[in-house]
C-alpha cells in the first residue's frame, strides 16, 4: 500500500505536525505500508496541489481537515475523486471530527476518523489491507447502505517526542518549529474545543526539556508550543523554564526563542521571580484575555480574577526579556461597541508587545455554535460572526479596520515613539485612536507600502494637534531604530546639504563607520543609526544623538 498524508497548511512557513504524528504510527504499526508525507499549503494552485499528490502514485490520500484549509481540502478531494476514483481518501482533523454529517455531504470521502489518529489510523489502513470491518474500528465513520455510520470521538494518547526524526529535521528547513507536549486544557471555554477531553495529558518533563532543548538546536527562530495552556501545572512549568533558562546559559542552545499560550492569571511569585532571570528573547508568550467585560467572561465560561490577571501581566513585562501578546475577541456574546472599546482600552495600557484583535470563530463543535444565542455567522469557514444582539455588522466591519490599523502601526513596532507621544499630548483613549487610523487605512484600496503607511499615520497625526517638529522627530527615530538601511521617504529626509555634513562629521569621529545612516532632528542635531544589533525582545536597533 502506498499512502500520502498531507496537512494542507495554511502558509509555507507553517509545518503541521499531525502528518508526521500519523507517519510514525503507522511506520511502527505497518511497516508495509510505504508512507509520503505531501507538504502543501492552500496558497498552491488546485492544479499545483493535485499534481503533487499524485506524483506520489497513491492508493490512500489521508488529510486533515482544519478551518483554514476546509475549502480548498474539498476542492482538491473533488478533483482526486474525478482523475483517480479509485484513490481511497481518508480525512481527520478538527473539522471532520466535528462535523462528520456536514463532511460527508460536501466531500467524496470514502472514511473520517472523529478524535485522535495514532490509533484509529492504522487500525483503518489494516483493515483496508486485511479486507477486514472498518466499522469495528473506534472512531471511524463511513457510508453504509442504511446511510452514515457516525462513531464516537477516539481517545487521544498523550504526545511523544519521538516524532521529531531526522525526517521532521528534513523536512522543516528553517521554518517555524511547532512542537506538542500536552493535549488538552483544564478550562472549558465556550468558544474552543481543546478543554473538551477530560483531562490533559502530559509528555513526562524531563522528556519533554530534553526535546525543547533538541529543537532548539534545529536551527529555528522558533520553536511553537501548540499546548493550549502551557503553564497549567506549576511544578512542571517551573521545571521546563528553569532547565530552558540553564540551557540557554550553558550555550546548548542559541538565539531560538520559545513561545507559550499561557494563562497568566496561573503564574505564581515563583514562577514569575523565575521568568525575570531569563536572557532577553528566550521566551515569548500569547495570554488570551479576550475580554475585561465580565458578563461575557462568565457566559463564555472564563472564570478569571482579572485584578490578578492584570497584575501577573504587567509582572511579565517589567523586566522586558519576554515578549508578551495579548489577545482579545471581537464578537463575544454579551459584548457591545462600547464595552469591547473599554477592554480594548485596559489591553493597551498594559503595553504589551503586540495585541493581537481577533474576531469570534463558530468553530463546530464549540459550545457558542450549539447554541442559539442571536448569533449571525458566515457560513463557511471560518465562521466567523457577523452580528450579535450586541454588536451590529458594521461596527464589527469598524473593529476590522481597528484591527488592521493594531496590525501594521502598533505590532510592527515601526511607530513607537509617535504613538507614545500623540496619546501622551492628545490625551485620547487608544482605542479612539486605532478607531481613526483604521478609518483612513480604510479609504485606501490595495496595498500600503512603508512609505505610504509613514505618511498617512503623520497626516493623520498632525491633525490631532501634535506639534510638527516633535512628531517629525519621534518617526525619524521609529524609522531608524526598524529599518536598518537609514532610508527615510523624502518628507521627512531635511536639507540634503547639511545632511551630508552630519554624516562627514559622523563618519570623522567614528572612523569605523563607513556608511552611517544619519538623520537631521528639528533642534539642529542629528541620529545615527548603530545597529550592531537589533534588541532580542522589542527588535528595535539603537541609535544615538550628536552635534556637528
Known amino acids: 500500500m502506498r499512502l500520502t498524508i498531507t496537512g494542507l497548511a495554511s502558509q509555507y512557513i507553517h509545518m503541521p505536525l499531525a502528518p508526521f504524528c500519523l507517519k510514525k504510527a503507522v511506520d511502527e504499526q505497518l511497516p508495509q505500508v510505504e508512507t509520503t508525507i505531501c507538504d502543501l499549503n492552500i496558497n498552491d494552485t488546485q492544479e499545483d496541489l493535485l ?19 476546509r475549502d480548498a481540502s474539498a476542492r482538491l478531494i473533488r478533483r482526486i475523486k474525478a482523475a483517480k ?53 473506534p472512531g471511524v465513520c463511513l457510508r453504509t447502505g442504511a446511510g452514515l455510520l457516525i462513531s464516537a470521538i477516539a481517545p487521544a494518547p498523550a504526545p511523544r517526542s519521538d516524532l521529531y526524526d531526522e525526517a521532521w529535521h528534513a523536512a522543516l528547513n528553517g521554518r517555524m518549529a511547532y512542537v506538542e507536549t500536552s493535549r488538552g486544557c483544564p478550562f472549558s471555554c465556550a468558544f474552543c474545543l481543546s478543554g473538551q477531553r477530560e483531562r490533559v495529558q502530559f509528555m513526562p518533563q524531563e522528556e519533554a526539556l530534553a526535546l525543547l532543548i533538541h ?71 500569547e495570554a488570551g484575555l479576550q475580554s475585561f467585560h465580565a458578563p461575557t467572561l462568565e457566559t463564555c465560561n472564563r472564570r478569571t480574577d482579572m485584578a490578578r490577571l492584570v497584575d501577573r501581566l504587567r509582572r511579565i513585562l517589567a523586566p522586558g526579556n519576554v515578549h508578551l501578546h495579548i489577545d482579545l475577541i471581537a464578537g463575544l456574546p454579551r459584548e457591545d461597541f462600547t464595552t469591547f472599546g473599554h477592554s480594548f482600552d485596559l489591553a493597551f495600557e498594559l503595553r504589551p508587545h503586540q495585541l493581537q484583535l481577533g474576531f469570534l470563530k463558530l468553530i463546530h463543535g464549540s459550545q457558542l455554535r450549539q ?46 515613539l509617535a504613538e507614545q507621544l500623540t496619546l501622551k499630548i492628545t490625551g485620547m483613549r487608544p482605542f479612539d485612536l486605532y478607531l481613526l487610523l483604521g478609518e483612513r487605512m480604510a479609504q485606501k484600496q490595495g496595498r500600503w507600502s512603508l512609505d505610504a503607511l509613514t505618511r498617512m499615520v503623520y497626516d493623520t497625526l498632525v491633525t490631532l494637534d501634535v506639534p510638527e517638529n516633535a512628531l517629525r522627530d519621534a518617526m525619524i527615530t521609529d524609522r531608524l531604530c526598524t529599518d536598518n538601511t537609514g532610508y527615510l521617504p523624502p518628507f521627512l529626509q531635511g536639507d540634503a546639504a547639511r545632511l551630508k555634513a552630519a554624516a562627514r562629521a559622523y563618519r570623522l569621529a567614528h572612523p569605523q563607520a563607513k556608511h552611517p545612516r544619519v538623520a537631521l532632528l ?14 532580542p525582545v522589542t527588535q528595535r536597533g539603537e541609535v544615538e544623538g550628536f552635534t556637528f
Request: hydrophobic share 40%; charged share 25%.
Open 51 to 69: 499534481r503533487r499528490v499524485l506524483s506520489t502514485n497513491p492508493d490512500v490520500f489521508a488529510l486533515c481537515l482544519y478551518i483554514w484549509n
Open 371 to 416: 447554541s442559539d444565542w442571536g448569533q449571525r455567522f458566515a457560513p463557511d469557514p471560518p465562521y466567523e460572526v457577523l452580528a450579535t444582539p450586541w454588536i451590529t455588522y458594521e461596527e464589527l466591519c469598524q473593529l476590522h479596520d481597528c484591527a488592521e490599523a493594531v496590525e501594521r502601526i502598533h505590532n510592527s513596532g515601526r511607530f513607537v
Open 522 to 535: 528639528s533642534d539642529g542635531s542629528a541620529l545615527a543609526a548603530l545597529w550592531t544589533k537589533k534588541h
Open 85 to 137: 476514483p479509485e484513490i481511497t481518501v481518508i480525512i481527520g482533523g478538527p473539522e471532520a471530527t466535528h462535523s462528520a454529517s456536514e463532511t460527508f455531504a460536501e466531500m467524496p470521502v470514502d472514511y473520517l476518523i472523529r478524535g485522535a489518529g495514532e490509533e484509529a489510523f492504522p487500525a483503518l489502513l489494516r483493515c483496508l489491507l486485511d479486507d477486514g470491518d472498518p466499522q469495528s474500528v
Open 215 to 285: 529543537l532548539g538546536q534545529s536551527g529555528a527562530e522558533t520553536v511553537k508550543l501548540i499546548d493550549r495552556t502551557f503553564n497549567c501545572h506549576r511544578e512542571r512549568t517551573l521545571f521546563l523554564l528553569q532547565g530552558l533558562i540553564e540551557a540557554r546559559e550553558r550555550g546548548k542552545i542559541g538565539e531560538t526563542c520559545y513561545h507559550f499560550e499561557v494563562a497568566a492569571d496561573l503564574f505564581d511569585d515563583d514562577t514569575l521571580a523565575l521568568l525575570s532571570t531569563a536572557p532577553a528573547g528566550l521566551f515569548q508568550m
